[in-house]
């Protein structure tokens, strides 16, 4: 499939925008401009509860988002880690999928806004997503819910996270019951085929993510550390059920594709679903691609097909 027609006329927008690229302005620039982002999400649907609050980090109070759609005092959970290459985004742009999500999925949600990168290099923002974890499992009866149905979710630099973050619970001997990973960035490796197939004009671009990949890792020395790039773990083997979502025309692709190999290799549960048409960043798109939603509602319905 060529890609979605709605998707063309985002990208020409977003081109006719004239934003610097990440390489091309300081940090603090780039922040800024990602505000009008949270427009892409479109309006939230209404929701039974959301709480802001802020949790202990390893090394700062972080904040976070609670998604409840229900009051079952036993509900799932999923924790959510956002993407935008470990250096931008925030909980707001996430806002309306988080709202579809916690209600299709019937889960309650825990979005949290780790520290980022340049400032903030890896580990930071891992260890806070990994703390966030332990917080929710910890504080399961208070937050009413299930502490045997906690996973993870996170897109592109978040399913990074989110990847990472099951593999030090798997570690560790920390029960989650899934992990969902939309796009994820999971290796260093710039010369797969998708790298080189949509390395420019498809919004994100294999220079960007040599940037972004720069800036959290600052050098090569955690390159082989599966924490930072999971790609490089001795064996998935232990990993809960996964669910992988990809965009077709996405510099991410071969990481989903080869990250998933390597799960089903060491006899992972792994439900894998390419979005046609789709470019990098679409799952938090809600006001720009019907697939959006879609994705979504895949992946709150694989959640629930896990649980039960």
């Given at each position: 499939m060529s890609l979605a027609p709605e998707i063309v006329a985002f990208l020409e927008k977003a081109k006719a925008a004239g934003l610097p690229d990440v390489w091309q302005a300081p940090v603090d620039v780039l922040r800024a401009n990602t505000q009008s982002r949270t427009a892409n999400g479109g309006t939230p649907d209404p929701i039974f509860?959301?709480?802001?609050?802020?949790?202990?980090?390893?090394?700062?109070?972080?904040?976070?988002?609670?998604?409840?759609?229900?009051?079952?005092?036993?509900?799932?959970?999923i924790v959510f880690y956002h993407g935008g290459g470990w250096v931008l985004n925030f909980i707001d742009i996430y806002d309306a999928s988080m709202h579809r999500l916690a209600n299709q999925s019937g889960a309650t949600v825990i979005s949290v806004n780790y520290?980022?990168?340049?400032?903030?290099?890896?580990?930071?923002?891992?260890?806070?997503?990994?703390?966030?974890?332990?917080?929710?499992?910890?504080?399961?009866q208070k937050l009413q819910i299930d502490p045997k149905k906690i996973g993870v979710l996170g897109d592109s630099a978040g399913g990074n996270l989110a990847s990472a973050v099951a593999l030090k619970a798997r570690d560790n001997n920390v029960h989650i019951a899934f992990e969902v990973l939309i796009y994820p960035c999971n290796n260093r490796d710039f010369t797969t085929?998708?790298?080189?197939?949509?390395?420019?004009?498809?919004?994100?671009?294999?220079?960007?993510?040599?940037?972004?990949?720069?800036?959290?890792?600052?050098?090569?020395?955690?390159?082989?550390n599966p924490y930072a790039c999971p790609t490089k773990a001795k064996s998935l083997k232990g990993l809960p059920p996964t669910v992988v979502v990809t965009a077709e025309y996405d510099p991410l692709l071969s990481d989903s594709e080869n990250y998933t190999e390597l799960l089903k290799r060491d006899g992972v549960e792994v439900t894998y679903k390419e979005f046609e048409g789709m470019n990098h960043g679409f799952f938090a798109n809600l006001a720009i691609t019907p697939s959006a939603a879609k994705a979504i509602d895949f992946c709150a319905s694989e959640i629930k097909r896990i649980l039960n």
């Open positions: 509860e959301v709480v802001n609050t802020f949790i202990p980090g390893p090394t700062a109070d972080l904040p976070v988002r609670i998604y409840r759609p229900n009051n079952n005092p036993n509900n799932s959970a520290q980022k990168a340049p400032e903030h290099a890896f580990p930071v923002p891992f260890d806070d997503c990994y703390a966030t974890l332990l917080w929710t499992i910890k504080n399961a085929k998708s790298y080189v197939d949509f390395a420019d004009g498809y919004g994100l671009s294999t220079r960007a993510m040599q940037w972004f990949w720069d800036q959290y890792l600052q050098g090569n020395s955690h390159d082989s």
